[in-house]
C-alpha cells in the first residue's frame, strides 16, 4: 500500500529492464506490478492462482493452451485491454513491437510460474521488485 498517489508513467521511467515486474503497490494479499515487455516470455502456468493483465501501452499478445484437446491459440490485448489467464492455463505472453503492461497477483507469484520451460537469460524469473 502506499501513501500517495503512484503516476504510472513515471513509475515505467524509473527502470528499463524487460520482463522484470516492478511492484507498485499492494491491495490486501495481491501485488499491483509493472512490466516492460519486448519479445517473448516463457510458456508457463501457475498452479494456485489466475492472473490479471492490463496494458498500459503498445500490444501484447498471450498464446494460450486452453482447448479441450490442448489446443493452442493467441490473444492480441491492444492499449487499455485487460485479460486474465486463468490458473493451470498454459500462456505465453509476448510482444513484438514491445509493450508496458500491469498485472494483479497474489503477492510472492513468480512471474514464471510453478511450471515453466527453461528459463531464457532475458526474463527475470521474480517475484517482483520494488520499485
Ligand atoms: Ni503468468
Do not use: C
Not at 489467464?85 to 510482444?95: L, S
Request: avoid cysteine.
Amino acid at each position: 500500500m502506499s501513501a500517495e498517489p503512484i503516476e504510472l508513467a513515471a513509475a515505467l521511467a524509473r527502470f528499463d529492464q524487460l520482463w522484470s515486474p516492478r511492484i507498485v503497490t499492494t491491495v490486501n494479499d495481491y501485488d499491483v506490478r509493472i512490466a516492460k515487455v519486448a519479445g517473448e516470455h516463457v510458456w508457463h502456468s501457475h498452479d494456485h492462482t489466475d492472473e490479471f493483465f492490463l496494458v498500459l501501452d503498445g500490444e501484447l499478445r498471450i498464446a494460450l493452451r486452453d482447448g479441450a484437446d490442448g489446443g493452442q491459440r493467441e490473444v492480441t490485448l491492444p492499449r487499455g485491454a485487460v485479460f486474465v489467464v486463468p490458473r493451470g492455463v498454459q500462456h505465453r505472453p509476448y510482444a513484438p513491437d514491445g509493450a508496458s503492461i500491469l498485472m494483479f497477483e497474489p503477492s510472492g507469484t513468480s512471474s514464471v510460474g510453478d511450471r515453466h520451460d527453461a528459463v531464457p537469460g532475458h526474463v527475470d524469473a521474480t517475484t517482483g521488485h520494488r520499485l
